[in-house]
């Protein structure tokens, strides 16, 4: 009956428990390098502020690239559904917030490779966008979603140099 089901005694339990032991590690070695498990070893004290550190980057950089990604996703269907004017007949100030606008989307869509890059670009065009938009009338929240993309970018990139710092140390 145990030669039926491929079963060979207690040599095939044990190597099958170490090859999950193995594959588990390795997964949490790889979740630990891209910051999202904290090290729980022995020595733990010592590279915990590291680990929170990177924990804290990997989130910044994921919340920054979803919420990134679905303010792009608005702002196109904005476009598509209310139609693009002509910008060569717009007059400079509507200008400008176009071009402040398509900063601030590039700088988020950039902010997918590098974080520090597409932070700053992302909130230069932010602020532009935001001193066109202030004299004609109040933001709205969608304005001030704008920025957080951008935020989280520097943020995450922040955190990591100072966990590759600790690591250093």
Known sequence: ????????????????????????????????????VMNTAPNAAIVARRDKALLS?????????????LLVAVVVAIAIGEGMPNLLTQSGIVQLGFAALGLLLLGILIGWRWELAGGCLSLVGWCLFYVQMISPSRPNWLLWALAIPGILYITSYLSARYASRRSNV
């Not at 491929?6 to 193995?22: N, P």
């Not at 980057?57 to 990604?69: F, K, L, M, N, Y």
């Open 57 to 69: 980057a990997g989130i910044c950089r994921w919340a920054g690239r979803i919420i990134g990604t």
């Open 1 to 36: 009956m145990r030669g039926e089901v491929g079963w060979r005694g207690i040599g095939d339990f044990m190597l099958v428990i170490r090859e999950t032991a193995s594959k588990f590690q390795l997964l949490t070695r790889l979740l630990m390098l891209e910051g999202f």
